[in-house]
C-alpha cells in the first residue's frame, strides 16, 4: 500500500480486526492513480507517457 513497513502492524494490544479497519481502503488511491491517468491520456486530456499526446 506504499506504508512503511510496521505502520500499522507494529502498533501495540492492535488486533488484526482493527488494523485491517484503520488499512481501510488506502489501497484504492495507488490503483486508481495510474488508471485514471491512463485514461485521461487516452481521452487526449494530458500527455500519454513519453511526453507524445494521446491520439
Same mark, same amino acid.
Given at each position: 500500500m506504499g506504508l512503511p513497513a510496521g505502520h500499522v502492524t507494529d502498533i501495540p494490544g492492535l488486533s488484526r480486526t482493527?488494523?485491517?479497519?484503520?488499512? +481501510?481502503? +488506502?489501497?484504492?488511491?495507488q490503483q486508481a492513480t495510474p488508471a485514471l491517468r491512463a485514461l485521461a491520456a487516452s481521452a487526449g486530456l494530458v500527455e500519454a507517457a513519453g511526453g507524445e499526446a494521446a491520439a
Open positions: 482493527a488494523q485491517l479497519k484503520i488499512l +481501510g481502503n +488506502g489501497v484504492i488511491t
